[in-house]
């Protein structure tokens, strides 16, 4: 895990941030001691489930309604 002072963090974010990505965190110390910990969210965390892609596919809007009635009927 790489520690990094803050102002090294500041001069090079854009390497702490692939830092980070690619080792999970990267460690930050200020000057008075304190140290804080950067982590990259995950892809799952940011993405609403509901944010699928969409397929073509050449069914009319009664074919679907259709087969929903069948699958309702079992």
Known sequence: MQVYT???A???LALVLEQAESA???LI???D???F???PLKKSENASPLNVSTIKVDVTTEE???FVR???ER
């Open 6 to 8: 803050y102002s090294e």
């Open 10 to 12: 500041r001069q090079k």
């Open 24 to 26: 999970g965190k990267v």
């Open 29 to 31: 110390r200020r000057k």
């Open 33 to 35: 001691g304190r140290t």
């Open 37 to 39: 910990v950067l982590t």
């Open 64 to 66: 679907i309604v259709g």
């Open 70 to 72: 069948q699958g309702r």
